[in-house]
C-alpha cells in the first residue's frame, strides 16, 4: 500500500522520469547561469572597454584561428559570445518571468472574477478573451507595441523598450490564464466549502482568494511554465524582426538577428549558437511543463 502511494508523489515521479530531470537539470543551469552572469561570464558585452573591434569574427576555439579565451568565438564587435549569451539569456529570462507574472495576475484576477459572478462581467471578459484567440500572440505583441510607439513620446521609447515589449508579452498571453482560472472557478463555487463561506457572509474577494485560488493553482501552475516558453519565445522573435530590443541590448533574440547577418559569409556560430541555446531552454521548459500537467492530472499518464 505505501508503495502504491508513494508512486502516485510527485517526487517518487520526478526521480523516476530521466526526461524530466534533464530538463529540470538544463533549466536550473541555463537561470543559474544568467542569474550569476556579471560573476562567470569572460566580459561584459556591455561594457566597451572589455572587448575590442580587433578579436571580432574569431571563431570557436575548435576551429583554426579560434583562441582559447573565446571558447566560442567572438561576434563582429569582439564580444565574447559566451558572455553575449549569458547576459542575452538573463534578459530575455528576465523579460518572459516579468510577463508571465504580469499575465497571470490579470488572468487570474479576470477568470476569478467572471468565474465567481458570472452574468455580464464574465460574458464581457470571454468576449474579449475568444476575439484574442483569434489573433496569433506575435500580431497581439506587434499591435501593442505599435499602439505603445503612437503614444509615447520619441525620446523616451527608447528608454522604454524593455518595459514596452514586456507589457507586449504580458498583455498577449494572459487569455489561457483567464479561461482556466474561470473554468476552475465554476466547478469549485458550487462546492459545499464556498458555500459554507458564503453563509458565513466572507467577502466575495476574500472567497476568491483563500478558498478558491489554492484549489485551482494547479493548472496554473502548468500554463505559467508553458507561457514562460512562450514569453521568451515572443521576446527572441518579436527581437529578431527588429521590433523588440536594440542591437545595443544583447538578448537572445537579438544575438540571432546579428548572426543572421553573417550567415552565408562563414561566421555560423554567431548564429547558430545562440539559436541552439534558445532551443534547449524552450524545449526544457516545455519539458517541464509537461511534467507538471501530468502530475495535475493523472488521467494523461
Known amino acids: 500500500m505505501l508503495a502504491f502511494i508513494k508512486r502516485r508523489e510527485p517526487f517518487w515521479l520526478f526521480v523516476h ?3 524530466a530531470m534533464i530538463a529540470a537539470f538544463l533549466t536550473a543551469l541555463i537561470i543559474l547561469g544568467a542569474l550569476f552572469a556579471p560573476l562567470i561570464a569572460p566580459s561584459n558585452p556591455y561594457d566597451l572597454s572589455s572587448f575590442s573591434l580587433m578579436d571580432g569574427l574569431l571563431p570557436p576555439v575548435w576551429q583554426d584561428g579560434g583562441r582559447s579565451a573565446f571558447l566560442l568565438g ?7 559570445m559566451i558572455s553575449s549569451i549569458l547576459y542575452g539569456a538573463r534578459l530575455s529570462l528576465v523579460i518572459g518571468l516579468t510577463a508571465m507574472v504580469i499575465a497571470t495576475v490579470l488572468g487570474v ?11 455580464r462581467f464574465d460574458a464581457v471578459i470571454m468576449r474579449i478573451a475568444d476575439v484574442q484567440l483569434a489573433l496569433p500572440a506575435i500580431l497581439t505583441a506587434l ?5 505603445a510607439r503612437g503614444i509615447l513620446p520619441t525620446e523616451i521609447q527608447q528608454n522604454m523598450r524593455v518595459t514596452v515589449l514586456t507589457l507586449a508579452i504580458a498583455l498577449s498571453l494572459w487569455v489561457n490564464f483567464a479561461r482556466t482560472a474561470r473554468a476552475s472557478t465554476f466547478v469549485e463555487k458550487n462546492k459545499e466549502y464556498v458555500e459554507a463561506a ?9 472567497i476568491m482568494l483563500i478558498q478558491i485560488l489554492p484549489n485551482i493553482v494547479g493548472p496554473l501552475l502548468v500554463i505559467m511554465t508553458v507561457d514562460l516558453a512562450s514569453a521568451i519565445l515572443l521576446e527572441a522573435t518579436l527581437s529578431f524582426l527588429g521590433i523588440g530590443l536594440p542591437a545595443d541590448s544583447p538578448s537572445l533574440g537579438t544575438l540571432i538577428r546579428i548572426g543572421m547577418q553573417f550567415l552565408l559569409s ?7 549558437i545562440p539559436t541552439v541555446f534558445l532551443i534547449v531552454l524552450v524545449v ?3 519539458v517541464l511543463g509537461d511534467f507538471l500537467r501530468d502530475i495535475f492530472n493523472p488521467g494523461l499518464r
Open 284 to 286: 526544457a521548459i516545455n
Open 198 to 206: 458564503i453563509i458565513m457572509g466572507q467577502h466575495p474577494l476574500r
Open 74 to 80: 567572438t561576434d563582429d564587435q569582439g564580444r565574447d
Open 109 to 119: 484576477g479576470l477568470g476569478l472574477a467572471a468565474g465567481y459572478f458570472g452574468g
Open 17 to 19: 522520469s530521466p526526461s
Open 143 to 147: 499591435l501593442i507595441d505599435g499602439i
Open 266 to 272: 562563414g561566421e555560423w556560430w554567431i548564429l547558430w
